[in-house]
Nanobody, 124 residues
Framework: QVQLVESGGGLVQAGGSMRLSCAAS????????MGWFRQAPGKEREFVAA????????NYAGSVKGRFTISRDNAKNTVYLQMNSLKPEDTAVYCC?????????????????WGQGTQVTVSS
């Protein structure tokens, strides 16, 4: 069992930046690929970014590429999402997730463990 706890959400103006953190416990963090997903009201959960077990590979959704950066610190059992140039359409609940694979995956069904999520609101 892996427990994931997100932090760092809140309210920010359009064009601003925010960094989300996701602290993991319970299993060997470095065995898992990690991902960030988001869900806006009335919409499906969507993939945002993923990172391989050692941080050597990353993937991004087209809508965030060039603005968001995913990273991880295996010594701290933490994955981060740095979000720059935020837009109102980035408003959503952001969740981190852990997949029992060393490689990146964009498929939410490959992720076994999920955090509760943190709200990010971008005002115009």
């Amino acid at each position: 069992q892996v427990q994931l706890v997100e932090s760092g959400g809140g309210l920010v103006q359009a064009g601003g930046s925010m960094r989300l953190s996701c602290a993991a416990s319970g299993h060997t963090f470095s065995n898992y690929a990690m991902g960030w997903f988001r869900q806006a009201p009335g919409k499906e959960r969507e993939f945002v970014a993923a990172i391989s077990y050692n941080g050597g590979a990353t993937n991004y959704a087209g809508s965030v590429k060039g603005r968001f950066t995913i990273s991880r610190d295996n010594a701290k059992n933490t994955v981060y999402l740095q979000m720059n140039s935020l837009k109102p359409e980035d408003t959503a609940v952001y969740c981190c997730a852990a997949a029992p694979t060393p490689l990146t995956t964009m498929n939410r069904y490959n992720y076994r463990y999920w955090g509760q999520g943190t709200q990010v609101t971008v005002s115009s």
